[in-house]
Each structure stands twice: as C-alpha cells, then as structure tokens.
Nanobody, 120 residues
C-alpha cells in the first residue's frame, strides 16, 4: 500500500504565489517519477509537470516559466512552486507517482487533491 497526500492549496490573488507539497508514504522501494495534474470545474484533468529520478523535468506549455517542480528524494516528497498565478490556474491539483513497492510491483498512485483558487 502506498499513499499520496497533497497540501498547500488555498486562495490567492492574481499574480501571487503558492507552494504545493505531496508526500508519498507506505511500502516504497523507489519512485520513478512524480507528476502534478489539475482539473478545473467542467474540464478534463490535465498534465501540469513531471519530475523524474534525478532532476529531469517537463512542464505543460501553460505553466512554463511560472511553475517549478522539485523533489526531495529522502522525504519522498514533490513540490510545485507556483508563481505569477492567473485565474485560469484555478483547479484541484492532484499528485501522481509511479512507485516501485518493496514487493517489486509498480503502482500508479494518486493523491486526494488540493484546491487552488486564484481570485481577487
């Protein structure tokens, strides 16, 4: 069993910043990659950013230059620093990870989501 728990969401004004965290726990041997996705009301869930083992990263075009994904391997935690936030960034943000368990199986695990609202 593995669990992902997000935190750090909230209400922020346009142009402001927030830092999301996602901590993985459970029977973890290693984590291949960790992603952030988001889902706005009435829209499909969309990819935001990925960080692989090491420092290799990918970003959606809509967040490049404004969001930064980072990872603390010792804590099995991924972060999403969000700057210059826009109203269109309003969504529930979800963490996803591909985890190799101590039983040597590979799981794709999702967190419960954290709400980010950008509004004046």
């Amino acid at each position: 069993q593995v669990h992902l728990v997000e935190s750090g969401g909230g209400l922020v004004q346009p142009g402001g910043s927030l830092r999301l965290s996602c901590a993985a726990s459970g029977s973890i041997s290693s984590i291949n990659f960790m992603d952030w996705y988001r889902q706005a009301p009435g829209k499909q869930r969309e990819f935001v950013a990925r960080i692989r083992t090491g420092t290799s990263t990918n970003y959606a075009d809509s967040v490049k230059g404004r969001f930064t994904i980072s990872r603390d391997n010792a804590k099995n935690t991924v972060y999403l620093q969000m700057n210059s936030l826009k109203p269109e960034d309003t969504a529930v943000y979800y963490c996803n990870a591909e985890i190799v368990t101590t039983a040597r199986s590979i799981l794709s695990s999702w967190g419960q989501g954290t709400q980010v609202t950008v509004s004046s």
